[in-house]
């Protein structure tokens, strides 16, 4: 159940990344309030199941796969929908990730790292410049196209709403992932860009930045094999004032809010945190 109900129907939504964890609730809450949801995924088959457990509970909903890195992908997979649904009202930019080519194996570096006599150890200078150039692409170019592919139609329309999912550490960078620390903070620095591009056309933008929450994406990277919390999750627990990893339900809310026209009609060009003050928290 979602936390409030607003009223969507007669809209059309997609959901890029639709099949993830997080974005696979947005979906599901859209429906919920009405909407006709195109779940967009490059995996075809998560992207049906996701579709067919909303169809499942009354909802409306399409699952289409999509690129988000190709424009001829992202083309088809607008027509589609268009044929099936109509012109996108909302745009949900939930298409992300991270890639270990981009990660260091430490926090800091150390002078004795640079001599590498034990172990393999990625250091910053071992970064995978491809690794790199793909968790920006994924991230912040897969907002860029998607936004061009379905943003057209918004303002030939007259109107529309897209909301970018970016991260708490577009605020404060966490250690060892500087590529997707990186990625995120130029996806909340595009969101208020657009916000002011499309202020003419009618078109609201805006982000939410989700704390910790765990995913099958990183669910091996905060755990150990006995399903204990290892070391990071620990400092993560740790640095997260209220002191828990969040849920996936505890987003909704602040999703519908952004794109509900009666409450946040005016809201433009922000990103909201939803991380349990992780982001607020100085550590002392």
Known sequence: MVPLKID????????????????SAFAKALAECGARVAVLDLRKEAADEVAEQI?????????????????????????????????????INGAGGNNPKGTTDREYLYPEDLEKKSAPLITFFDL??????FVFNLNFLGTLLATQRFAR?????????????SSMNAFT??????????????????????????????IRVNA???????????RSLLKNEDGSWNERA?????????????????LIGTLLYLLDEGASGFVNGTVIPVDGGFSAYAGV
């Open 8 to 23: 969507l129907h007669d809209k059309t939504a997609v959901v890029t990344g639709g099949a993830g964890v997080l974005c």
């Open 55 to 91: 169809k499942s509970a009354g909802g409306r909903a399409m699952g289409v796969a999509a690129n988000v890195l190709e424009p001829d992908s992202l083309k088809e997979a607008e027509e589609r929908i268009r044929r099936a649904y109509g012109t996108a009202e909302i745009l």
């Open 128 to 133: 995978d410049p491809q690794g790199v150039e």
């Open 153 to 165: 139609g918004m303002v030939e329309k007259g109107g529309g709403t897209i909301l970018n999912v």
């Open 173 to 202: 960078p966490l250690t060892k992932i500087p590529a997707y620390s990186g990625a995120k903070a130029a996806v909340s620095n595009f969101t208020q860009w657009l916000a002011v591009h499309f202020s003419k056309v009618g």
């Open 208 to 218: 939410i930045a989700p704390g910790f929450f765990l995913t099958e994406q990183n």
């Open 234 to 250: 620990e400092k993560i627990i740790k640095a997260t004032p209220m002191g828990r990893f969040g849920e996936a339900s505890e």
